[in-house]
Nanobody, 130 residues
Framework: QVQLVESGGGSVLAGGSLRLSCTAS?????MAWFRQTPGKEREGVAT??????????FYTDSVKGRFTLSQGNVKNTVYLQMNSLKPEDSAMYYC????????????????????????WGQGTQVAVSS
């Protein structure tokens, strides 16, 4: 069983920054951040392939140019740097990981497929006020 430990959420003013981190108990090639607000479906925010020659990322359109997903020196840790935050970025943010050896996140059309991510963190709250 893989465990995902998230940290870094909090409250900021619009225009501010936060960095979320996620550490998996084992190496997982496909890792991602999703977010969800009450009454809405979970939305993919950013994905990253951490396998050999990795680092390929995809972002949902609303965060492109503002958010950056990267892997740490240890492959099972990823960081989501969130800049120029907007009130609409407020949500519970969840870290997710795919099965060992997964490669689906190398394809844009599949990278945000929720059912491909079999491990989920508990979530960390992000609140952006105007």
């Amino acid at each position: 069983q893989v465990q995902l430990v998230e940290s870094g959420g909090g409250s900021v003013l619009a225009g501010g920054s936060l960095r979320l981190s996620c550490t998996a108990s084992g190496i997982r090639n496909c890792m991602a951040w999703f977010r969800q607000t009450p009454g809405k479906e979970r939305e993919g925010v950013a994905t990253i392939y951490t396998g050999g020659g990795g680092g390929l990322t995809f972002y949902t359109d609303s965060v492109k140019g503002r958010f950056t997903l990267s892997q740490g020196n240890v492959k099972n840790t990823v960081y989501l740097q969130m800049n120029s935050l907007k009130p609409e970025d407020s949500a519970m943010y969840y870290c997710a990981a795919g099965a060992v050896g997964s490669r689906f996140c190398l394809v844009a059309a599949a990278a945000f497929a929720t059912d491909q991510y079999i491990y989920w963190g508990q979530g960390t709250q992000v609140a952006v006020s105007s």
